[in-house]
């Protein structure tokens, strides 16, 4: 099969954009095989991003920072990500797929070798800003893709299994850094990060590829026939869904933060135990984000499970989950239920009902990239939690900062378009254009 097909407007404006685009459709193993190339590609970047996490104090001793310049080799990883977004975006429309993600790879990597050669703090954090920027961008193109790739009816179990591509780093930066570290030092962390970067390149490289006719301007040309000219509601009600994942984006990482000192402190967890709270978290959200996936598909309530999402995360941060109680296995509890449906609705939710709502490729593109940007958004906000539980207690800054945030999410979302609705709209459309061919 070709891979040299004329570019389409879908795919990008300059000649790049034709790489990587196949004659006709793809078949079912080839989608499959962009995607899981994709997936592992992701799930390396995060743990790039996360790997230092855990020895901040000791990769800033070797290069004679305090804990608060040690505190950028993080936070550079974020600030790259929320400036590379919408940028990002064009990248991808206009020198296409392929070529995008192989910058974002040659970034990745020349940011492993720059932080191995590094011989002062600051090379060091330019290396990470660097990685940073291949972050941003792999965040952008990955969930952008998958309306390119396959059906909109089957948005719910691709981005439900898409949604659970930071879990493997999670994992991986948790289990094998203190390992690696005590047994071979820091730069041993970033050797293993290099080498996967090289092999997961390798598998892009060899197995992604996108169809001459997207699947999303495929189903714009079908919507043209049976609803006519796409509803501007329609397009707000997409954009107001990327942009309420503020609300998450915020919430979520105030766990990631600050719920293992919490455990600690008030739990009475031990360091290791307690360094497990994410872990478990993550863990639960892959089966619940890939039922949910499957479950939306069926019943075409993206947006409803959406809302319940948000509801359920109102109601275990305002009782449960930071409530100061010392019951262990409650707050075991809590974590698994916050794991298991709020980020396996939320996140999943959000990304399976902006491509059904926005109708429009370009729409569908920025609508995601907006969740892209408030991700990186809300790892900056999320710092004030601590700010406010220093001077309270943490059941009350989960009152006072994460459920008013979500109370305003579920609120916007309550207005926004149905897609339930604009399936029967499409059936109400089909049957007028019968009967007036009829007539």
Not at 10 to 23: H, T
Request: include cysteine; hydrophobic fraction near 55%.
């Amino acid at each position: 099969m070709s891979e040299t097909a004329p570019a389409i407007p879908a795919a990008g404006k300059f000649k790049s954009a034709r790489w990587g685009v196949v004659e006709g459709e793809l078949t079912n193993r080839q989608r499959w095989l962009c995607f899981w190339s994709l997936f592992v590609f992701g799930s390396c970047c995060v743990y790039q991003w996360l790997m230092p996490a855990s020895i901040l104090t000791n990769i800033g001793s070797v290069f004679n920072m305090d804990l608060d310049t040690a505190g950028w080799i993080m936070s550079v990883f974020t600030l790259t990500g929320l400036l590379l977004a919408y940028p990002g975006a064009w990248i991808m429309r206009n020198v296409g797929i392929k070529v995008s993600i192989v910058i974002a790879a040659v970034l990745t990597i020349a940011g492993n070798v720059l932080a191995l050669l590094a011989d002062s703090g600051a090379l060091f954090i330019f290396a990470r800003a660097v990685q940073g920027c291949g972050f941003g961008l792999i965040a952008v193109i990955g969930p952008n893709i998958m309306p390119r790739l396959f059906p909109l009816e089957r948005q719910g179990l691709v981005m439900g299994i898409w949604s659970q591509w930071v879990c493997p780093g999670v994992a991986l930066a948790s289990l094998s850094t203190p390992l690696m570290f005590a047994a071979f030092g820091w730069k041993s962390i970033f050797a293993l990060s290099l080498a996967l970067q090289v092999v997961t390149t390798l598998l892009v490289l060899a197995f992604v590829k996108m169809p001459a006719i997207p699947e999303n301007v495929r189903a714009k040309g079908q919507a043209k026939t049976k609803m006519g000219k796409p509803s501007r509601a329609y397009t707000i009600s997409a954009f107001a869904v990327g942009f309420c994942f503020l609300a998450w984006c915020t919430s979520y990482p105030t766990f990631n933060t600050f719920y293992p000192t919490y455990a600690q402190t008030v739990q009475g967890m031990d360091l290791f135990t307690a360094s497990m709270t994410t872990l478990v978290a993550a863990v639960a959200t892959i089966p619940g984000g890939i039922l949910f996936g499957l479950l939306a598909d069926k019943i075409k309530q993206r947006k409803l499970m959406l809302i319940t999402g948000y509801v359920l995360l109102i109601v275990v941060c305002a009782t449960v989950l930071w409530s100061n109680s010392q019951n262990q296995a409650l707050a075991w509890g809590s974590i698994i239920f916050l794991g298991f449906f709020c980020a396996g609705l939320v996140p999943t939710m959000s990304r399976a009902l902006i491509p059904v709502l926005a109708q429009d490729p370009a729409t569908t593109d920025y609508a995601l990239t907006g969740m892209a940007f408030v991700t990186q958004l809300g790892g900056f906000i999320a710092a004030f939690f601590g700010t406010i539980a220093a001077g309270s207690t943490y059941q009350f800054a989960a009152l006072t900062f994460v459920v008013p945030l979500c109370a305003a999410a579920v609120i916007v979302l309550l207005f926004v378009k149905n897609d339930r609705r604009m399936k029967r709209e499409e059936v109400v459309s089909e049957g007028e254009a019968a009967r007036q061919a009829a007539s």
